[in-house]
């Protein structure tokens, strides 16, 4: 019996690396708190939301089931990071080194805001991409920007539902989570809108380029069937 050999193009390589990065990147800015006039928001706001951008891209020109390989190929490449970060920061710095306060604030983060954080992704992102998935074949390939828009509304919304109560309740007085949930998923949503022309214009690009326009009929949506791309 011959094997079929499951190969993935380059630049689908590349947009895989490119969304590793982001997610790892999210998480060292993250420990950033920034101030726009009375809105504040983390770090990770500046770079988190290109995941989405690429898991929409990726959604529209190679289908969900290579979406489902390269979000839990973030999902592993974000642990790892994460497990490697703690476990250095466990470690006892050398008796001339001075910088643990600063390290530990990057590095030291708490297993129920790093559990939250990896639950939130897996759910928001699998969301996202269902939704542009669904979407795509419902339109028959119609209105990529609305599509690109709602998916990214579902994600982030159940992302947002997920992370902040998860990580933060009982921190955060219960008044305030719904004005964290919802200037998170607008702020998102919002990046998504200004951003979109050159989202599109990718999406075009890659298409030409690989020749694909994939439409997900009669496809497993289970996330674990990872094999299935």
Known sequence: ????????????????????????????????????????????LIVFPVS??????VCEVWGYRKTRLLIWLGFCMNVLFVMFGALCDAIPGASYWDNEAGFHAIFGLAPRIAAASFVAFVVGSFANAYVMSRMKVS????????????????????????????????????????????????????????????TIQVVKYTKRHEGLDE???????????????
Request: charged fraction near 15%; hydrophobic fraction near 50%; charge should be neutral.
């Open 52 to 57: 989405y951008i690429i898991n929409d891209c």
């Open 215 to 229: 439409y997900d009929k009669d496809i497993n949506y289970n996330i674990f069937s990872v094999n299935n791309i």
């Open 139 to 198: 339109s028959q390939g119609k209105n990529f920007s609305l599509r690109a828009i709602m998916s990214t509304i579902f994600g982030e919304t159940a992302d947002s539902l997920i992370f902040f109560p998860l990580a933060l309740g009982g921190v955060v007085p219960t008044e305030e989570l719904p004005v964290l949930i919802l200037s998170q998923i607008v702020l998102k949503t919002l990046y998504e809108i200004i951003v979109l022309p050159i």
């Open 1 to 44: 019996m011959k094997a079929t050999k499951k190969q993935v193009s380059v630049l689908f390589m590349l947009f895989s690396m490119l969304f590793c990065v982001c997610l790892i990147t999210a998480n060292v800015l993250e420990t950033k708190q920034m101030a726009f006039g009375p809105i504040s928001i983390t770090g990770g």
